[in-house]
Structure formats: structure tokens, C-alpha cells
């Protein structure tokens, strides 16, 4: 079952990425364990003595621009506030862009169109809350990771679901190509799930009976059942994961400097902070 892998894989990553932190740096701030309100840049880069300043040069799609791709659906990592982009992806890729000495700029696109425009060069940088995944990384290379998160499963309040076996036979919607899309169409195969281009068109359908679940991260998920009214979230997780910004393949100069940028972050504390700021501890 592609569950169990996927756990595996990411248990091996984390703890690949503990040791790495583990020798040589005293910087990981690693004092929470709540999986997703811990910043921990895990990476070889946060042992090095690499200043952002003194990386190689970095060639951005636009010159001074750091182009950054995401799908804006999908608090509190990026969301609209009137007509801007906000949130803790949009935050953190703004403090990126200032280390590298670049403007930032967002591009609002669907979830699935992401990797294509960080590998036709239409954009820089790929912020989405975006899992780092086997799969992904034949396409793309990702940074280190700054974010954990988890997928979740949303029903409504009187539903007879409630561990993730009893999602068996039921329809369950995902935002399309999202690992929570991915994972399910392989647990429960795709006749029995629906995909919807945006997360809360997904929870929409579910508000009006069309569908059983929603199978969604952690974090959005909250906001989406603050939002609507009669649904819950399962205590069973579905899955854990890393979030990374995705970078081309051809681009290790700008992969270089990000984690370099992620790092210096981290290390300030400046990481924890925008987590912190939309992320309130259970
Ligand atoms: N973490 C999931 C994935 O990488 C979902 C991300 C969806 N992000 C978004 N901005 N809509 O597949």
C-alpha cells in the first residue's frame, strides 16, 4: 500500500535529515515536535559556513526578480487578503527574496501547473506548501524543507467515518495532483475519488452532501472547518509529510542560495516566527 511507503520514505528523509542536522549544527531549533509548527531547516547548508552574499552567482527568470509560483487556495500557507497574496509561503519566499537581494513577485496559478512553470521557466520558485515527494523530485529538485505537515481527513459532523479504514467505498474528494489526490486514488482507487482544481471546492461539495471526505493538509484544513459549519476533522492522520520550495533542475545556483537563505533564517529565528504568526499552537 503506497501509504505505508510514503510513510516510510518520509520517516527515513526526516531522520536522514535529523543526523545531518544532528553533526555539526547547533542552530536547529528543534524544541517542538508538534508536527506542523516546528521550523527546522534540515540541511547539510545549516551546518556550513555559506552566506547567501557569498553564493555563486543566481540567475532568476527576470532579472532582479525572484518569480515565485503558487496556487493561492490554500491558508495559511497562501491565501488573498483583498488583491495580495499573503501567508507563510508568501512571507517566507518575501525573506528569501530580500537575503538574494530580489524582488519578489507572485504568480497565482492552479496546484498542478506548478512544476511545469518552475520547468518551462515561467517561474523562479515554487512556494505551495508543497510536499517533497519521490515522484516530484524526477521533475524538479526541492530545497530543504522548512515546514512539516499532514494530511488530514475532513467529514461532516454526523458521519459514520471515523478512522481512515471507513474511508473504504466512500467518495472522497482532493485538490487535483496534490499528494492527498495522489495517495488516495491509490488506497482507494480513483472511482471513488473526486478531484476539484481548488481545496475548498473540494470542502464546498462536502458541505452540500456530494461527497463522504475530504482529504486535504492539516493546516488548511482547520481553516476550512472554522469556516463551514457541521464538519470535523478526523483525529486519525492520513499521512505526514515535508514541505519544500520546488527550483528547476537546471538551477542549482538559486537551489544553492535558497537553502543557503532558508538557513540563515532558520538560524535568526525568522522561520519559527512566520510560523508562529499564522500557525497558533493547539
Ligand atoms: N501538500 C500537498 C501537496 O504538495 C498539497 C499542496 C497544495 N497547495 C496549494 N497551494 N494548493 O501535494
Do not use: H
Request: charged residues 25%.
Amino acid at each position: 500500500m503506497k501509504l505505508k511507503r510514503f510513510l516510510t520514505f518520509t520517516m527515513t528523509a526526516a531522520l536522514g535529515l535529523s543526523l545531518l542536522t544532528g553533526c555539526g549544527s547547533s542552530s536547529s531549533s528543534s524544541s517542538s515536535s508538534d508536527a506542523d509548527t516546528s521550523a527546522e531547516v534540515s540541511s547539510e547548508a545549516a551546518s556550513e559556513d555559506t552566506s547567501s552574499e557569498d553564493s555563486e552567482e543566481v540567475t532568476t527568470v527576470s532579472e532582479g526578480v525572484l518569480t515565485m509560483a503558487t496556487n493561492a487556495y490554500f491558508p495559511p500557507y497562501e491565501y488573498y487578503e483583498g488583491s495580495e497574496i499573503v501567508g507563510i509561503d508568501a512571507e517566507i519566499a518575501a525573506a528569501i527574496a530580500d537575503k538574494l537581494g530580489l524582488e519578489l513577485q507572485i504568480e497565482d496559478m492552479e496546484f498542478d501547473s506548478i512544476i511545469t512553470a518552475i520547468q518551462t521557466g515561467k517561474a523562479d520558485i515554487g512556494l505551495a506548501g508543497m510536499t517533497v515527494t519521490e515522484e516530484r523530485l524526477q521533475s524538479i529538485n526541492f530545497s530543504d524543507s522548512y515546514a512539516t505537515g499532514i494530511q488530514s481527513v475532513i467529514v461532516s459532523e454526523d458521519s459514520d467515518i471515523e478512522t481512515i479504514d471507513d474511508l473504504a467505498g466512500k467518495k472522497i474528494g482532493v485538490q487535483l495532483s496534490t499528494t492527498g489526490d495522489i495517495y488516495a486514488t491509490d488506497d482507494f482507487g480513483s472511482d471513488y475519488v473526486e478531484q476539484y482544481n481548488k481545496g475548498n471546492d473540494a470542502v464546498l461539495a462536502l458541505v452540500q452532501g456530494k461527497i463522504d471526505a475530504v482529504i486535504i493538509d492539516n493546516q488548511p484544513a482547520i481553516s476550512y472547518v472554522a469556516a463551514n459549519e457541521g464538519l470535523k476533522i478526523l483525529d486519525t492522520q492520513y499521512a505526514e509529510e515535508e514541505y519544500a520550495a520546488c527550483i528547476s533542475k537546471d538551477n542549482e545556483g538559486l537551489l544553492d542560495a535558497v537553502n543557503a537563505a532558508l538557513a540563515e533564517l532558520e538560524e535568526e529565528g525568522t522561520l519559527q516566527e512566520i510560523l508562529d504568526k499564522y500557525i497558533v499552537a493547539e
